[in-house]
């Protein structure tokens, strides 16, 4: 039967001398640490370290061994190694060079933060490359939806009905509450002006033009942007994290087709109806708020709100919810797909996919205002 090596052992036979025993490898060092440190040998006077019966060295075992002999000679303690192994003084003696090239190598500089203009153009390299990635993700999903058309069985219907209800059902209360309010705060706002020089019934052309052309799908826009986009961001950013989306890749299943696609058909269909509903309502608040503050009755409101509102504005607001759908779904899906490491890059994503979101669905806002204007809409 072969013999079980020794652990490394140390004793201190005479006040200057150390005999070094068993095997100093990685397996068999595990507890002569402490045991080094309560070596003590009397300063100012040489030693002998005798490591004839040391049966096995390895490089972790020398590194030990001198890191002990480096302790003592800080203490001005001179320590002679003698009856080593030939091997083993060789070993020794490669580990103590490593040693002392390693402390007289210099300490790397300490990194200097960047300046001003290094700061600016970072962020802008940055920005440059989201928007590029932002652009190839936008035109990978436009192949899959081509390829989609092509071949209508690809399409997941489930999915696509499971977000019409998500992102377009239950977010009903809310749209409806805050456009209910917005059109309240719009018709009194204009209420004391138009008090002032008594046209009174042009409440119906402020609150119809206003909700129907800009404040409806806008506001919408922006309670979904915060309320779905999010999720699309959270929801793939955490299946991210945890690999699913590898595992989709794996079997065979295109997370474009099931994650994606389904999450922008659906947020299109849903959105211009969610703005249809914000139109009522945003109406119905400032109707409400005329008979109060005006006493424009709803009959008359309703009057001069058909000769005021015509079909073109109404469109115009309503082709605008399609564009800002298509921002809100992609941007945050695109931001689901950057997440990686743990929880706290899912909320870092989350965060950046709504901020994104708002601020390119206002910006294509903008745009759509100086085009309408050019068109003279």
Not at 61 to 76: H, I, M
Not at 194 to 218: C, K, T, W
Not at 307 to 324: H, L
């Amino acid at each position: 039967m072969k013999p079980i090596p020794m652990a490394a052992a140390i004793a201190q036979p005479g006040p200057h001398d150390l005999a070094l025993s068993g095997c100093w490898t990685a397996r068999g060092i595990g507890a002569i640490e402490q045991r080094l440190e309560s070596v003590r040998l009397s300063a100012n006077t040489p030693a002998i370290a005798d490591g004839a019966a040391i049966e096995a060295l390895d490089s972790s075992g020398a590194w030990v061994l001198q890191k002990l002999l480096l302790r003592l000679r800080d203490e001005g303690i001179v320590v002679t190694l003698r009856g080593l192994r030939p091997d083993f003084a060789r070993l020794l003696e490669v580990v103590a060079q490593q040693v002392a090239e390693q402390a007289t190598r210099p300490a790397p500089a300490a990194s200097t933060p960047p300046s001003a203009v290094a700061g600016i153009g970072q962020s802008a390299v940055a920005a440059f490359e989201q928007a590029a990635a932002l652009l190839g993700f936008v035109g990978e999903a436009a192949f899959t939806f081509a390829q989609s058309v092509v071949h209508p069985g690809r399409f997941r219907w489930r999915p696509i009905l499971y977000n019409i209800r998500t992102a377009g059902f239950d977010a009903l209360p809310i749209v409806g509450l805050l456009s209910f309010l917005l059109g309240i705060v719009v018709a009194y706002q204009g209420a004391s002006q138009l008090r002032q020089y008594g046209a009174n019934i042009f409440v119906a052309d402020l609150v119809g033009l206003s909700m129907l052309r800009e404040f409806a799908p806008l506001i919408t826009a922006i309670i979904i942007a915060g309320r779905s986009g999010s999720a699309y961001a959270a929801q793939i950013g955490t299946m991210a994290v945890t690999e699913e989306i590898d595992a989709m890749r794996t079997i065979g299943i295109a997370p474009m087709e099931l994650l994606v696609l389904p999450k922008i058909i659906a947020l299109v269909i849903v959105l211009p109806l969610l703005t249809v509903f914000a139109d009522v309502l945003g109406v119905f608040g400032g109707m409400i708020m005329a008979r109060t503050q005006l006493d424009v009755g709803f009959g008359e409101f309703l009057d001069r709100f058909s000769k005021a509102v015509s079909i073109t504005s109404y469109v115009v607001g309503i082709g605008k919810a399609p564009v800002f759908a298509v921002i809100i779904a992609v941007v945050g899906c695109f931001q689901g797909f950057r997440t990686h490491g743990g929880a706290d890059s899912v909320g870092r994503q989350t965060t950046r996919s709504v901020v994104q979101s708002i601020f390119l669905v206002i910006v294509a806002d903008a745009l759509f205002s100086i085009a309408f204007s050019v068109l003279d809409l």
